[in-house]
């Protein structure tokens, strides 16, 4: 015969396995709808017309149009890290942040770069223009630099500042 107090821990135990299975059922269902409403799907091409789903990107998107890299790079190359992790990791880090900012409506507008992402975007100019830029690098690893766009501030958005 089982006593009182283990018929209540297995009671409570099925109530808490019950409590977390709904919960992720609901934040799992909110996500896959969130995912689909808001074409999440067009975030894992490498289509710079998927950046501008959103209308607060709409003035990046048509400086991008005017650029000198417009040719040359997308949205994905000058934004995302150029190894397959940390692509990955920053694209999954900006997505949730990024839908969680637009959905809320806590942005500032026109939208700004966040310092973690600046440093991306100067590891890729780096990255593209090693050949010409070697010489300006820091002597030792981690001293401080110039970033690019601290002086070529359109050449990925013309016309933006």
């Known amino acids: ?13 099925r109530w808490l396995a019950l409590a977390v299975a709904v919960s992720i059922g609901v934040l799992g269902g ?3 709808f969130t995912f689909g409403y808001g074409d999440g799907s067009a975030y894992l091409t490498n289509n710079p017309e998927a950046c501008a789903n959103c ?3 709409d003035g990046h998107f048509d400086s991008w149009v005017n650029s000198s890299h417009r040719d040359v790079a997308t949205c994905n190359d000058c934004h995302l890290p150029h190894d ?12 949730f942040f990024h839908s969680l900012a637009f959905t809320t409506g806590e942005f500032h507008e026109p939208i700004r770069i966040k310092e973690r992402n600046a440093r991306v975007v100067q590891g ?3 990255h593209c223009h090693s050949d010409f830029v070697h ?3 820091p002597a030792e690893r981690g001293e401080d630099m110039l970033s690019c766009v601290q002086c070529h501030t359109d050449v990925g958005h013309a016309e933006r500042r």
């Open 1 to 13: 015969m089982r006593s009182p107090a283990t018929t209540t821990r297995r009671g409570a135990v």
């Open 30 to 32: 909110l996500g896959a």
């Open 55 to 57: 209308h607060v990107m």
């Open 84 to 95: 397959p992790v940390g692509k990955w990791i920053v694209k999954a880090d900006n997505g």
């Open 124 to 126: 890729a100019c780096l």
């Open 135 to 137: 010489f300006m690098l």
